[in-house]
């Protein structure tokens, strides 16, 4: 496709988004909200709606439910969100500006033109259409040039994805600017080299979704079966490879030729009614409905998000891990984000002049079958407040990479009180000792809306060499930093819970004589 040149090629570029505008808080808009709003990015948003701020505030509450079991990595603090009465104080001054309204050429057009009228001549105009034209979206903007599609896939706060598609008078610049820029917020923008109606997810999905219409139509299966075949088989395969990838291996040792060789020919047999649009008559759409129903008997909307969010959380994290820990697909995307989130979380730690508590939300996969936040969740807040106050002295992850790290070799944690879902828990963290080697640590973890205390946790921390695994000096500037770390909480009060050991029990005298028997007979 022919591209335009920028307009403006003087305008240095945008280091990243700080204010985003969305037009339209729907079921998209609401999730474009969500997921630049927990990139600690401003967003303004306009739609007429009555309740458009339950609406949105309503999604913006899944999605930080969702980033609160998707990642440990420090999140940045949540942008504000304000909503707006008109279009062009919506978008004045925004970065980003994205379009999410009723998917009507007419009505994105008139859209449009307001935004282009409005905002900054240099911000950058998505469209999340799903299948019209950017060049017929662009055609009556005075700034065409910053113009692209930014089609996302629900729900947008999760799913990465995001196509740009550039129309005719589109600049080269803008779409690798746009897929630059949405980068700090998780998402991965892919260009797609030529405008096409529905662009390249939509044309597969909707293939799919004729045939799907057809097999129910022609009483092959029911809406059940139909999704029980997807999410039992290939809907798995999808998530962690493409449809090529996945027929690479199809082909076995042969690989991809033989496979074509193979199942090619069958594309010739009269398997697929893709060409034939269903009627869509009253009575198909009473079938579907009905049997939609009767296969969500009991299932609100919210408890499905919830649902298909936590599925797509676990999904995500398994990718994580996938490739030997390197991360795959998603997954690796996840773990790229979550690197740029420690080292901004480093860069911001290192310059601060004094250490800030640590505070987290507990999600719903902390909570255990008595209904409060499991042990291991204590430990891992525990060494996520030891984390950050290793970044404060300077232990970040260049240090780390550079061959040096402190390792945890011993740790005694109290439980004291309950955190239930939803609770706001702070860590505190003091240095209690330190020399060369150890870093002795305290911390405390309170709940924020009491203030009471759930936990303490004290750890002995080693310094260590990677490559040999043995204990070596930290760098004199880490000293020199845990020493005014320590000197700067001297003045508070001693922890009185440090340095204790667990007490041995003392059974009462009966059941001690049971005990010191079976203790004799299991010797004998
Ligand atoms: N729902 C989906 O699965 C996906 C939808 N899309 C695209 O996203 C866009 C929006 O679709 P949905 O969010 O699903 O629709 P929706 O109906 O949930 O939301 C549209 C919102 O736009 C608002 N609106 C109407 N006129 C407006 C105006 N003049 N100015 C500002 N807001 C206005 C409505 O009040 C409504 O809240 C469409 O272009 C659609 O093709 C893209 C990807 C997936
Ligand atoms: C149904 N739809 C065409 C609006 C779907 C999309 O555009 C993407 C998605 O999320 O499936």
Known sequence: MDHATPSSAATPALARVTKAACVGGGVIGGGWVARFLLAGIDVAVFDPHPEAARIVGEVVANAEAAYAALTDAPLPKPGTLTFRASIAETVAGADWIQESVPERLDLKRSVLAEIDAAARPDALIGSS??????????????????????????????????EIVGGKATARETISEAIRLIEPTGMKGVAIDREIEAFVGDRLLEALWREALWLIKDGICDVETLDDVIRYSFGLRWAQMGLFQTYRIAGGEAGMRHFLGQFGPALQWPWTKLTDVVDLDEALVDRIASQSDAQNEGLSIRRLERIRDQNLVGILQALKGGDDGRGWGAGKLLADFEQGLWRQASAEAAGADALRPLTVRVSPSWIDYNGHMTEHRYLQVLGDATDQLLRFIGVDLAYVEAGASYYTVESHLRHLGEAKLGDRITATSRVLSFDGKRLHLFHRLTRSADGATIATGEHMLLHVERASGKAAPAADTILRRIAALAAAQAHEAAEAEAGRAIRPATPPADHAAAAAEANTSNRG
């Open 129 to 162: 259409t799903s299948g019209l034209l950017p060049s017929d979206l662009q055609a009556e903007l005075r700034h065409p040039e910053r113009f692209f599609v930014a089609h996302p896939y629900n729900p947008v706060y999760l799913l990465p994805l995001v």
